[in-house]
């Protein structure tokens, strides 16, 4: 018996302008975005029935377009958000790298988790 469905994005790359400080404003910086949904018990038979993976990255980016963000929870919330309200999604988890955060570590960031009401 189907319990639980799960659907994830590892690894998606974007460029971004983000960032509090001045060194950061005026420039992009690449950011690491990792998704898992949460899908419906539903039958999946064709891609209408499921999650189409390239809505992570559209989504992302079409984020990323409206301008510079301040911080990586702000980009994290709004993407999950987006997502959260593709068909067939109850949760979503959000966690989003940014490796030129810290000189002395491989990356900082932050996850987020959301659910449909």
């Avoid at 975005?33 to 559209?58: C, M, P, S, W």
């Avoid at 992302?60 to 958000?81: M, N, P, S, W, Y």
């Avoid at 988890?93 to 988790?113: F, M, Q, R």
Wanted: proline share 3%.
């Amino acid at each position: 018996m189907l319990t639980r469905r799960r659907v994830f994005v590892k690894g998606l790359k974007v460029l971004a302008a983000i960032g509090v400080y001045d060194h950061e404003h005026g420039r992009e910086q690449p950011l690491i975005i990792d998704a898992v949904f949460d899908l419906g018990l539903h039958e999946i038979r064709l891609l209408k029935d499921t999650l189409n993976y390239e809505k992570v990255g559209e989504t992302a980016r079409a984020i990323i377009a409206r301008g510079h963000i301040k911080l990586v929870e702000t980009l994290a919330e709004d993407l999950a958000r987006g997502l959260l309200g593709l068909p067939y999604v109850t949760r979503i988890e959000v966690t989003i790298h940014k490796p030129e955060a810290l000189a002395d570590a491989e990356a900082a960031g932050v996850c987020v988790v959301m659910e449909r009401d």
